[in-house]
């Protein structure tokens, strides 16, 4: 399977703990995306890498969360001191930047099919 | 404040009906406009996706119609089937150029296409 891939695919944890994520997106995609996704709405935006480099983070990205894309390659999104406010599926998407405007092929996000936390 | 608002929240259509969802943006600055289908348990995957430079474009059964004056885009999906029935969301993000920005999505709409 060459999509986007997400691990765990649901985690449970207890109020007060860390949880880490891990996003594997599809080799030699260069742009890679967090977006957190509550029941009933649209997928929210919260940070993107281009390659290693954190370019934006959406002001719903609190200190208590912390991504990272080291080697620009896979990303993890840990969050400290879990919130039940915190319960969500984290999504996260993939694509090809040309390094100039580029076709509508590569502004295509392929997302992963998520990961479910349920925090208690 | 919601840069992207979404109607209907839900839809019912006949098989083989024309099943219609409607987009509405605030931010000039965006140009590029996608929309996508999720079923449960899955991601979101896209469709179907237009630039502000052309009213409309078709792919299939399914075509996008932009009306860069209004701030409006929609959905028409053509002869409905019941594997159609989902969530669909539409987004707007801007391109500078060298690939998108992060996705500002609709709250989504739950179509059901019935047999």
């Known amino acids: 399977d060459t999509g986007v891939s997400q691990n765990p695919r649901h985690k449970i944890t207890k109020r007060g703990q860390n949880v880490t994520f891990r996003c594997d997106p599809i080799?030699?995609?260069?742009?890679l995306y967090w977006y957190r996704q509550t029941l009933g709405q649209g997928p929210e935006f919260l940070t993107y890498?281009?390659?290693?480099?954190?370019?934006?983070k959406s002001r719903l990205l609190s200190d208590r969360f912390s991504a990272e894309r080291p080697k620009g390659s896979f990303s993890t999104l840990e969050i400290q001191r879990t919130e039940q406010g915190d319960s969500a599926m984290y999504l996260c998407a993939s694509s090809l930047s040309s390094g100039r405007r580029p076709l509508l092929s590569t502004d295509t996000q392929y997302f992963g099919p998520g990961t479910r936390l349920t925090v208690l | 404040q919601q840069q992207v608002k979404q109607s209907p929240q839900s839809l019912i259509v006949q098989k083989g009906g024309i099943s219609i969802i409607n987009c509405a943006y605030e931010n000039t600055a965006f140009d590029y406009f996608p929309w996508y289908q999720q079923f449960p348990g899955k991601g979101p995957a896209l469709l179907i996706a237009i630039r502000p430079d052309v009213s409309e474009k078709k792919e299939g059964r399914f075509t996008i119609s932009f009306n860069k004056s209004a701030k409006q885009f929609s959905l028409h999906i053509m002869d409905s089937q019941p594997g159609d029935s989902a969530t669909y969301f539409c987004?707007?993000?801007?391109?500078?150029?060298?690939?998108?920005?992060?996705?500002?999505f609709g709250k989504g709409t739950h179509l059901i296409i019935q047999p």
């Open positions: 890498f281009q390659n290693e480099a954190q370019l934006e």
């Open positions: 080799s030699e995609h260069n742009r």
């Open positions: 987004a707007a993000s801007i391109n500078p150029g060298g690939g998108a920005d992060g996705l500002t």
